[in-house]
């Protein structure tokens, strides 16, 4: 199994200002991922963390606004720039990790974010 | 355009009455898991169907993968208030890179 952890578990930032997100897995782990889910809404991925390179964004996601790192195989940091109101939404950590012969997903248990 | 759709949208039903919801995928799935939500809260994994023609059950709720294992539909049997919440199917996706995504989301009221 895998324990995730995020920093903060929530927070309140005025529009214009930038905030960053940490997960931390208890094991070393495949791949981590970031997720958005907006009020109501559904999840949807933001990008893939590659641990020593730039991650990988899905569609209408970019660096510039959500620039990610991945410095090792347990660790990952989720950034928000320069927020506005419609950023508001819970940011989720997701991991997948080789257990035997196939992989398991986990997740963490998200940073709700409320831009004012 | 979303990979994996689900339908309906939004259900109200009255307590009691049986209930279907649907998720497509536009590529074939190699696993499809069902999730249950309440807004501000973790994911409840309810089930997950891996081979073509599966069903599982759990409690009132059962789902399956379609033969061609493209749609799943995730019924609810005689429903109860605590039922109500959103239900989210997801899947993983192998095509070049790993992904794993998320249905579009179906949220479910039901009516005491």
């Known amino acids: 199994s895998a324990v995730i952890s995020q920093k903060p578990s929530r927070d309140i930032c005025q529009r214009g200002t930038s905030l960053t997100i940490q997960c931390q897995v208890d094991?070393?782990?495949?791949?981590m991922f970031w997720y958005r889910q907006q009020p109501g809404q559904s999840l949807t991925l933001i990008a893939t963390?590659?641990?020593?390179?730039?991650?990988?964004?899905e569609s209408g996601f970019v660096i510039d606004k959500f620039p990610i790192s991945r410095p090792n195989l347990t660790f990952s940091t989720l950034t928000v720039s320069n927020m506005s109101p419609e950023d508001s939404s819970i940011y989720l950590c997701?991991?997948?990790?080789?257990?035997?012969?196939?992989?398991?997903?986990?997740f963490g248990p998200g940073t709700r974010l409320t831009v004012t | 355009s979303q990979e994996l759709e689900q339908s309906p949208q939004s259900l109200i039903v009255q307590e009691g009455k049986n209930l279907t919801i649907n998720c497509t995928s536009s590529k074939t799935l190699y696993g499809l898991y069902w999730y249950k939500q309440k807004y501000g809260e973790g994911l409840i994994f309810l089930m997950m169907?891996?081979?073509?023609?599966e069903e599982k059950s759990h409690e009132k709720i059962t789902a399956k993968l379609d033969e061609k294992k493209q749609q799943s539909s995730l019924h609810i049997t005689a429903s109860q208030p605590s039922h109500a919440g959103i239900y989210l199917c997801g899947a993983a996706y192998t095509s070049g890179t790993y992904k794993y995504i998320f249905g579009t989301g179906t949220r479910l009221k039901v009516l005491a």
């Open positions: 094991s070393q782990v495949t791949m």
């Open positions: 169907l891996q081979k073509g023609g």
């Open positions: 997701s991991v997948i990790k080789l257990q035997g012969i196939s992989y398991e997903q986990y």
């Open positions: 963390a590659n641990q020593g390179s730039e991650a990988t964004y």
